[in-house]
């Protein structure tokens, strides 16, 4: 499974930026697929995930009301909408795809990461 990732950029803060990955391979065995970030000298954290089927999505709570994940099955991607941007919200951001049951908040749940792209958020 290889992931790209894509849209990162910097933005004002309230601006917007959609973020997409694009999953090629053998996925369906997956369990879906999330966001996770890395602000500079932070451990990475989880953002958002959604079920394969996309009839689940869970969010971390500073980013709820702020970001929406979705995806298209067809294309395999999975996209990660955000506005109202925040400083705070500068990191590099790494799709994942889950391969484990457990919560889709820990990182040892996904196997496969993409190699991330840079969102920066100017004040």
């Known amino acids: 499974v290889q992931l790209q990732a894509y849209g990162g950029g910097l933005v004002r803060t309230g601006g917007s930026l959609r973020l997409s990955c694009a999953a090629s391979?053998?996925?369906?065995?997956?369990?879906?697929m999330g966001w996770f970030r890395q602000a500079p000298g932070k451990e990475r954290e989880f953002v958002a995930a959604?079920?394969?089927?996309?009839?689940?999505?869970t969010y971390t709570d500073s980013v709820k009301g702020r970001f929406t994940i979705s995806r298209d099955i067809a294309r395999n991607t999975i996209y990660l909408q955000m506005i109202s941007l925040k400083p705070e919200d500068t990191a590099v951001y790494y799709c994942a795809v889950k391969t484990h049951s457990g919560s889709v908040r820990w990182q040892s749940e996904y196997k496969y990461w993409g190699q991330g792209t840079q969102v920066t958020v100017s004040s």
């Open positions: 391979g053998r996925t369906l065995s997956s369990y879906g």
């Open positions: 959604i079920s394969w089927s996309g009839s689940t999505t």
